[in-house]
């Protein structure tokens, strides 16, 4: 055996990840918010790109139209290739210097200026019980203690702060704090300002007038058997009937244990925006994508300008060109995005026909494999392709997620999703007799009976995922 060093040339193919491919795969990720945050980002980097405010925003483009796209057929294709010089650009457009003017004003449709565009700041439950705070009795250093107070209240309502505390903080006697809490404890909502689960309810009892001892003590020590559904238990432990009991806990849970939940937290609001839309035609449905989600880029002008007059300055004309080309590459990917997310959607909605003409009880079982191969793309894209998109349906908002599940045999040799079965647990459930649930083995062979060979233990699973409580849970007296 020879041993020694030599120099040879072979050739061989492998995929190297360039940072633009790596920049199209995170654009394909991105969600709208994050394409949308990125594109501004790129924008204030690369002054090539600007947004293209010529092209309504708001419009839906059907993808199946062929000569919807032809006009930017030509810049996709150059973006493919490696490496554009901006000069050779210019000269083949033969570029016309006097189209353009930098200081020329354009109405676009941020200077129309609408109320629709002003939005009144949410008020926050500090906000609310601060402004109760300055029309109480409460004078001087009550009120600074009462103010104190209310900013230790989280979102909830709960006190979060200790009035021993408190009161030393104030150099005044714990008695003070606790007359100050109290007369916080009678804003608006109901509840607020209570220092535990026990105390919050019995303040709600007492505005609406149900004085009662037992009724206290049910909340004071039997709060986790009530949880429980121990109904028989705690009738027995008070010397009281199973339906006296009852009465107490149908009372108690008419009560809210977060009274603040029903006010802002100060967080702004984000509203689900789809990227593709579903719409019933006579003849079906036609899929189109919601361009309002997708920026809309352009070259500008201004700049190509600047290379056709400064063709000697061989330091900008590098600059500009490797900005140039960033910018068709971040187009030509955001295009990319827009037509796999498009195709990825077709494939999914085409299996799931059934369930836009019969609801969800008719969703199919479905993979990342089938519809990979459906699209002709590895799978890995097709998760990236959904992940945080959303579809809109004549049967609602959906994240493209939900309809990929796994799912169980059927009668019908099909199979059915488990959101499907999810389906028909709940409407088993909404039908049942609150006197004598059905236990997880009835739905078992509830479901047999349609078909749906499923085991207790699946059964279990799917209702706990839905936050149904087992039947002994939701029996009633």
């Known amino acids: 055996m020879r041993l020694g060093y030599d ?46 405010n010529t092209v309504p925003n708001d419009s839906h483009e059907n993808l199946k139209d062929p000569e919807s796209s032809m006009s930017e057929e030509l810049m996709y294709k150059e973006a493919e ?50 402004l109760q705070l300055t029309f ?94 121990k109904i028989q238990y705690i009738a027995k432990s008070i010397g009281l009937t199973v339906l006296q009991v009852q009465a107490m806990a149908d009372l108690i849970r008419t009560l809210d244990p977060k009274p603040g939940m029903a006010y802002s937290s100060g967080e702004q609001i984000r509203y689900v925006v789809p990227d593709v839309i579903i719409e019933k035609e006579d003849d079906g449905y036609e899929i189109v994508t919601n361009d309002s989600t997708i920026p809309s880029l352009k070259v500008s002008s201004y700049y190509m300008n600047l290379v056709k007059n400064n063709k000697d300055d061989e330091d900008l004309q590098k600059y500009l060109n490797d900005k140039y080309n960033s910018a068709l590459w971040l187009i030509k990917s955001i295009e990319q995005r827009k037509r796999t997310i498009f195709k990825v959607s077709e494939a999914v909605m085409k299996l799931q026909t059934e369930f836009l003409e019969k609801g969800e009880k008719y969703l199919k079982p479905m993979t990342l494999k089938q519809i990979a191969d459906a699209v002709g793309v590895h799978e890995s894209t097709v998760s990236r392709s959904i992940n945080g998109k959303f579809i809109q349906t004549p049967r609602g908002v959906y994240e493209i997620k939900y309809f990929f599940s ?39 062979e509830i479901l047999s009976e349609k078909g749906i060979e499923i085991s207790r233990r699946t059964v279990a699973k799917y209702r706990e995922s839905m936050n149904i409580l087992s039947s002994s849970k939701r029996r009633r007296y």
């Open 136 to 229: 109480s009795d409460l004078k001087d250093r009550d009120k600074k203690i009462g103010r104190y107070l209310v900013e230790g209240i989280d979102d909830n309502g709960y006190l979060t702060v200790d009035t021993d505390q408190t009161a030393a903080a104030f150099g005044v006697k714990a008695c003070t704090v606790e007359r100050i809490l109290k007369v916080i404890q009678g804003f608006e909502p109901v509840g607020v300002g209570a220092r535990s689960l026990e105390e919050c309810l019995l303040i709600q009892l007492e505005a609406k007038g149900f004085k009662d001892e037992s009724l206290d003590y049910v909340i004071k020590n039997h709060l986790n058997d009530l949880a429980e559904n």
């Open 7 to 52: 120099l040879t040339i072979e050739q061989t193919q492998k995929l190297t990840m360039t940072p633009e491919l790596i920049q199209a795969i995170q654009i394909l990720q991105y969600n709208s918010q994050e394409l949308e945050d990125f594109v501004s980002k790129e924008i204030m980097e690369n002054p090539i790109l600007e947004m293209d």
């Open 81 to 130: 290739r490696d490496d554009i010089d901006l000069r050779e650009k210019i000269a083949e457009s033969e570029y016309d210097d006097i189209s353009y003017r930098q200081w020329e004003h354009r109405v676009s449709n941020e200077d129309v200026v609408s109320f629709d565009q002003y939005t009144s700041k949410e008020e926050t439950l500090q906000d609310y019980l601060l």
């Open 406 to 444: 796994s799912g169980v045999g059927s009668g019908s040799g099909e199979g059915l999703s488990s959101n499907s079965i999810k389906t028909f647990i709940k409407e088993i459930i909404d039908g049942e007799d609150p006197k004598k649930p059905c236990s997880d083995q009835d739905m078992v």
